[in-house]
């Protein structure tokens, strides 16, 4: 059986080189930093921004490849869901909702019916007469839910759909969300550990342009190796040395950690909840089990009625007692006690190099020792930091595919 999506694509402008796979029946949650890229990739995969190579596939119908559209975005099977639920304000829910299928060459009778049975999976068949302006933020959400999943797409691209909503409506709406993602594939772009945790089956992190991490949603929110992926979970990361017993600091010290998935001496990363470190007494005895370590404050931030106690590379949500009883003020020194139940070692990813992702050489300009090609006659993008490997790739008109 075929992947729901394969996407492979380079974006120059935008600073994108994305591998990605979906697969049938799969939820894959897309993660990032603001600015990382994650909803042009929706649109690439749409059919609204136009790659600058690669190679899209959906449901096994690849829809670019070789510098050219292969499918129009509107032929592409695809249904999305944005932000805002765009219906169209002079019909009917019904209508709206409908929309797609008749679009599509079914028969209003027919284009009805699918019609129906969308707003009655996302338990909105009783606004089916009423018009857009007099829906709620919610109920409107979910009738953009119903019409995007009302053409039986290949692929749902849901491009933060609670993010506009009150915590009341975000419920009701992810509700709704997991009732039409159950045999469909989706890509679901959030900025919300819970809804990742409760729609997705897989998580993706973008950070700077590439896919720096993947995994089960359980594994990245438990176990990240990313800086967004642990900031994304709400974890703290140290990064050292593997030990058998944990992991070792740049400054010799030995964090004592309860999991340990890294080979001795390898770069390693250790994840931990600020909420489990403690600020503790520098005379008090170390405790079994626990890691003791002083370290000086560099600042201290509110923080979800506790306080953030950043000292050093460790960070501690401590209570309002329990910084006054430690005396933790900026520049002050304190001690930061860390259980080792509480501490996970993963292998650290390796770091990705400097610069640019790719560049783009005019006719004759590609450096051939560099690239093995003088690129004489064409335009070229060379991208030596590509995820299959280094690249140099026509821009426009057919060419290599990606490695």
Not at 126 to 149: E, F, K, N, W
Request: aromatic share 2%; hydrophobic share 45%.
């Amino acid at each position: 059986m075929s992947a729901a999506g394969r996407i492979r694509f380079v974006l120059v402008a935008r600073g994108l080189d994305v591998d990605l796979e979906i697969e049938q029946g799969e939820t894959v949650a897309l993660i990032g930093p603001n600015g990382a890229g994650k909803s042009t990739v929706v649109d690439v995969v749409a059919g609204l921004v136009r790659p600058d190579a690669g190679e899209i596939a959906l449901a096994g119908r690849t829809v670019f490849a070789d510098g050219r559209v292969r499918v129009s975005s509107y032929s592409r099977r695809i249904g999305m869901v944005g932000q805002e639920p765009s219906l169209f304000p002079h019909l009917s829910v019904l209508d709206n909702v409908a929309y797609g299928p008749r679009a599509s060459g079914s028969s209003r009778s027919s284009s009805r019916t699918r019609a129906h049975e969308g707003l009655v999976a996302v338990g909105a068949d009783h606004l089916a007469h009423r018009r857009p302006s007099t829906l709620s933020g919610g109920q409107a959400q979910r009738v953009a839910i119903a019409r995007a999943v009302a053409t039986d797409p290949a692929l749902l691209l849901l491009d933060e759909p609670t993010s506009a909503l009150d915590v009341a409506a975000q419920t009701e709406v992810r509700a709704a969300i997991a009732e039409v993602l159950v045999g469909r594939s989706a890509l679901l772009v959030t900025h919300d550990p819970l809804e990742a945790m409760k729609l997705a089956d897989r998580v993706v992190v973008l950070e700077g342009g590439r896919i720096v991490e993947a995994g089960p949603v359980d594994t990245v929110l438990r176990r990240p190796r990313s800086g967004f992926g642990a900031a994304f979970s709400g974890l703290a990361l140290l990064r050292g040395t593997a030990d058998p017993s944990g992991i070792r600091l740049a400054d010799g010290t030995l964090v004592a950690a309860a999991e340990v998935d890294a080979a001795p001496g390898s770069s390693a990363i250790a994840a931990y909840h600020p909420t489990a470190a403690r600020l503790i007494r520098s005379d008090a005895g170390p405790g079994e089990g626990w890691t003791r370590v002083a370290r000086t404050v560099d600042r201290l931030e509110p923080r979800d009625g506790l306080v953030r106690v950043v000292a050093g590379e460790f960070v501690v949500d401590a209570t309002v007692r329990a910084v006054q009883v430690a005396d933790a003020r900026v520049g002050a020194v304190v001690t930061v006690g860390l259980p080792a139940d509480e501490v996970t070692v993963s292998p650290a990813r390796p770091a990705r190099r400097d610069g640019s992702a790719c560049s783009v050489w005019r006719r004759g300009a590609a450096p051939t020792d560099r690239f093995g090609t003088s690129g004489r006659g064409r335009s070229l993008l060379a991208c030596p930091e590509h995820v299959g490997g280094p690249a140099v790739l026509p821009v426009g008109g057919r060419g290599h595919a990606l490695p």
